[in-house]
Structure formats: structure tokens, C-alpha cells
């Protein structure tokens, strides 16, 4: 069975960091792109970050470009998100989710088929 | 960035009913485009990728079409656990970018 279980949120003041976890298990880790995904309390979906199968490449969203940095450790078959910087707007329930490739007809897209349960970071003074 | 917009942003149903939910790309995304169901208190579940690929294990009232700027999302006959929020979401520009969603309750 696939479990992705995220970790390290809490309350944290304006400026403050914070580092979350997603601890995956019965998938092969290392072969996927994986996803954080965040939900503000009653809004929509929103993606923050994206890494690659081997930890070479990133990307973010530009609201959070320079602030966060995504990492992952296929060993341990976890993926981290370091925030730090944080402000009122980074409050919200995060998502870390595995990324499946399809072909399209201009080349491949992909798609998120798991998700964890979310962790809830909350930025308050 | 590419914005994505739905259609309603909320609708009332019966149980039964056959309900069609629209989602717009600002530019053309070929069919890069998937369909998700958040229920409250839960992760997003994926139902459609591809614009019209059923995800395994997803029952086959759901269906999905469309490419370039106009998608759709069908549920040819609601069921009770239906009720919930429908996201799209493409995936043919970095930042992939979500619709706002559509709300579906019960009438």
C-alpha cells in the first residue's frame, strides 16, 4: 500500500522557518518526480514546488522562489520542504504528492495519483 | 501563467442527477489536464488525467473531455459520496496551476 505521511508543521511566528517531511513508503522512492501542494484554510489548491526523481532539478512557485527550497533523500525515501521567511500567507495546510508521467500529444504531462494527509502550518505571532 | 477557470463555482443536485462541471485554460494546453475530488477534512483523490483517462479504481459515472481551452467534467448519475469539491488542474506549463473548483451539494 502507498502512504505518503507528512511532518513538521506547526505554529510559527512571522519570519520564522520551519522544515516538513514526507516519509513515503510502498512505492520505489527514487523513481518519481514529487510535489508539494498547499491549501489555505477554505481556499483552493495550489502548488508550491516540484523536485525530480534524483534530487538535481527544482522548481517553485514565485511566491515562494528564495524562500523554500525542496530536497529529497531516496534512502530514507523522504522528501523535505525548508521554509523559511515565512509570512501570514504561508499559512496552510501542505501537501507533499507523487507525480505519474502520461503521454500526451505534444509530449508528457503528468498527473499527482497520491497524496498525503497534509500537515497543517499555521504563521501567527 | 497559465489560469485556469471553472464553471459553476458551486451547483446543487440530487442524487441521480447528471452533472456537468467546465473548466478553461487561458491558452491552449493540448490534453494536459486532470480532474481531482477533495471532500472536507481530505487529500484531493485523482479521477481523470489526461482530459478523459479514468484513473484505476474510480467508478465509471466519471468521464472527461475536452482539449485545448475546454474541458468537461461528467457524473452521468450522482451518487451520495459525490458530493464534495472538483478540482482541474493542468500540467502543461510550469507553474501547473489549479481551477478555483466547483463546489457540488446536495439539493
Known amino acids: 500500500e502507498v502512504q505518503l505521511v507528512e511532518s513538521g508543521g506547526g505554529l510559527v511566528q512571522p519570519g520564522g522557518s520551519l522544515r516538513l517531511s514526507c516519509a513515503a513508503s510502498?512505492?520505489?522512492?527514487?523513481?518519481?518526480?514529487m510535489h508539494w501542494v498547499r491549501q489555505a484554510p477554505g481556499k483552493g489548491l495550489v502548488w508550491v514546488s516540484h523536485i525530480n526523481s534524483d534530487g538535481s532539478n527544482s522548481n517553485y512557485a514565485d511566491s515562494v522562489k528564495g524562500r523554500f527550497t525542496i530536497s529529497r533523500d531516496n534512502a530514507k525515501n523522504t522528501l523535505y520542504l525548508q521554509m523559511n521567511s515565512l509570512g501570514a500567507e504561508d499559512t496552510a495546510l501542505y501537501y507533499c504528492?507523487?507525480?505519474?508521467?502520461?503521454?500526451?500529444?505534444?509530449?508528457?504531462?503528468?498527473?499527482?495519483?497520491?497524496w498525503g494527509q497534509g500537515t497543517l502550518v499555521t504563521v501567527s505571532s | 501563467d497559465i489560469q485556469m477557470t471553472q464553471s459553476p463555482s458551486s451547483l446543487s443536485a440530487s442524487v441521480g442527477d447528471r452533472v456537468t462541471i467546465t473548466c478553461r485554460a487561458s491558452?491552449?494546453?493540448?490534453?494536459?489536464l486532470n480532474w481531482y475530488q477533495q471532500k472536507p477534512g481530505k487529500a484531493p483523490k485523482l479521477l481523470i488525467y489526461a482530459a478523459s483517462s479514468l484513473q484505476s479504481g474510480v467508478p465509471s459515472r466519471f468521464s472527461g473531455s475536452g482539449s485545448g481551452t475546454d474541458f468537461t467534467l461528467t457524473i452521468s448519475s450522482l451518487q451520495p459520496e459525490d458530493f464534495a469539491t472538483y478540482y482541474c488542474?493542468?500540467?502543461?506549463?510550469?507553474?501547473?496551476?489549479f481551477g478555483p473548483g466547483t463546489k457540488v451539494d446536495i439539493k
Open positions: 491558452q491552449s494546453i493540448s490534453n494536459y
Open positions: 488542474q493542468q500540467s502543461y506549463r510550469t507553474p501547473q496551476t
Open positions: 504528492a507523487r507525480a505519474r508521467i502520461f503521454l500526451a500529444a505534444a509530449g508528457t504531462g503528468y498527473y499527482f495519483d497520491y
Open positions: 510502498g512505492i520505489t522512492f527514487s523513481r518519481y518526480w
